[in-house]
T-cell receptor, first 113, second 112 residues
Framework: DADVTQTPRNRITKTGKRIMLECSQTKGHDRMYWYRQDPGLGLRLIYYSFDVKDINKGEISDGYSVSRQAQAKFSLSLESAIPNQTALYFC????????????FGEGSRLTVL | GIQVEQSPPDLILQEGANSTLRCNFSDSVNNLQWFHQNPWGQLINLFYIPSGTKQNGRLSATTVATERYSLLYISSSQTTDSGVYFCASLGVGGTSYGKLTFGQGTILTVHP
């Protein structure tokens, strides 16, 4: 089983719907991240959490919210999905030091019609 | 924040050829990672290499932190090496602190 698990792996939804992407990890890492990938744009940081009580906005947080339910769980919500949020979303984890190596989940492909 | 630039953007090889991918970063970093994104979209960790040289089979990487660049070498390429290669660096301070910034990637295609 993967150390960093994302659900769902694929989702098609309609404009205006609320969507939640979930991430859970068994690596015991304190830090968790949500990234978004668009074709030709690499990965961009949406939100990150250094521990359960520490949540921070990344470079493209507008239209998204997150919840850190536990050390092992970090969910990303789109309150009212729009088509330009169609993308591949990745969750990642790292140890609690600023040189820590990041480990990624398998990705969640979201399509908003 | 920190800027990460990769070159070349695209690379086409015949199986068995060698290649070098480059990653330049604009500021001091505490972490430099190389990833391979396979055709299914999965990001696979290749190297965690803030400085020095590492080797793993046909792949090796070198980071010269003082000159702000890293190189990924692929020798005797195989069709399974195809995909996108990303480098990413972790900033040391200011708005970049604690956040991994990705380059745009190099798209590698290896033909049989």
């Amino acid at each position: 089983d993967a150390d960093v698990t994302q659900t769902p792996r694929n989702r098609i939804t309609k404009t205006g719907k609320r969507i939640m992407l979930e991430c859970s990890q068994t690596k015991g890492h304190d830090r968790m991240y949500w990234y978004r990938q668009d074709p030709g744009l690499g990965l961009r940081l949406i939100y990150y959490s250094f521990d359960v009580k520490d949540i921070n906005k990344g470079e493209i947080s507008d239209g998204y919210s997150v919840s850190r339910q536990a050390q092992a769980k970090f969910s990303l919500s789109l309150e009212s999905a729009i088509p330009n949020q169609t993308a591949l979303y990745f969750c990642a984890t790292s140890v609690a030091r600023f040189t820590g190596e990041l480990f990624f989940g398998e990705g969640s492909r979201l399509t908003v019609l | 924040g920190i800027q990460v630039e990769q070159s070349p953007p695209d690379l086409i090889l015949q199986e068995g050829a060698n290649s070098t991918l480059r990653c330049n970063f604009s500021d001091s970093v505490n972490n430099l990672q190389w990833f391979h994104q396979n055709p299914w979209g999965q990001l696979i960790n290749l190297f965690y290499i803030p400085s020095g040289t590492k080797q793993n089979g046909r792949l090796s990487a070198t980071t010269v932190a003082t000159e702000r660049y890293s190189l990924l070498y692929i020798s005797s390429s195989q069709t399974t090496d195809s995909g996108v290669y990303f480098c990413a660096s972790l900033g040391v301070g200011g708005t970049s602190y604690g956040k991994l910034t990705f380059g745009q990637g190099t798209i590698l295609t290896v033909h049989p």
